[in-house]
């Protein structure tokens, strides 16, 4: 029973993590139809923040679990204005072209991993676990690591966060309006590229805060984000685009199924598995779980 037990935390802890990375594409993926293959690269620039912090400015030399505290609102910033420079730059040139900024983010990703292994080295390196994130609790017979429980934590704080910008504020207001109809919300007044920013600011340093997530949970190095951005975009696609309800309910629903199919196969048969599972599903719900009911979907 503790096995059973211990599955269905492992699974909840990766839902956890998969909400995480994939969160802030499907803001961008879902309204502004942008392939974003650099999504993984804004997850290793978080990644990397508290390890900056940590080992090379030093300023939280003496207390490393200040530093890592410090690195949350960091990464967001840091991975929100490389997201932010690479759209004002680059995708906002490539209105509903979808395949070029396919390539052109692949392109900036590959540039981008290149830069980390300039600057920090080819080997992978660790981030210094604070001791209030070093312990286990036991229960019922099975370990939860502290670790995996703040991660579940910064989830839930990030997507109520998250909920109250949408539901709450005049700009979360305004990016709903356009992911559900952009033509519509333009010729109403709002400044869609002006929106298309705060969006791509908004995903990319949620990336970030994910990347802080993912540095406790293993070494970081340059291809961190390519193991997580496979991960994100099927959340995003099951999920349906741009719904925050579906991105949660797909989040946890592959990361059961991951653990379980795992737990009863072998590492790779059980990613195969989800994959060929993914496959069926969409074969019945091509829109996702939860889509948005517009004329733009009708059409």
Known sequence: MSDYLEQVFNGLSLGWILLLVALGLTFTFGQMRVINMAHGELIMAGAYTPYVLQTEIGLFAGAKGAAFVVALPLAFVVAGALGLLLERT??????????DTLLVTFGV???????????????NVDVVTPTWLRGNWDLLGFT????????????LVVIVGVWAFMAKLPQGRRMRAVMQNRD?????GLATRRVDAVTFFL?????????????????IGSQIGTDYVID?????IVGGLGTLRGAVIAAFALGMTNAFSEYFTTASLGKAIVFILVVAFLQFRPN????????????
Do not use: E
């Not at 939860?144 to 989830?155: D, Q, S, W």
């Not at 519509?184 to 109403?188: E, F, K, P, R």
């Not at 994100?232 to 995003?236: C, K, N, S």
């Open 109 to 123: 990703s590959l540039i981008l991993q290149q830069a980390a292994k300039d600057r920090f080295g080819a080997p």
């Open 203 to 219: 995903g990319s340093g949620l990336a970030g805060v994910a990347g802080v997530a993912v540095s406790l949970i293993g070494s």
């Open 232 to 236: 994100a975009f099927l959340v995003v």
């Open 144 to 155: 939860m690591p502290h670790r995996r429980l703040f991660i579940m934590a910064l989830g």
């Open 184 to 188: 519509l919300a333009s010729v109403s």
């Open 288 to 299: 996702g779980l939860v889509a948005f009911r517009t004329r733009g979907l009708a059409t």
């Open 90 to 99: 680059l995708l906002s040139r490539m209105v509903n072209r979808p395949l």
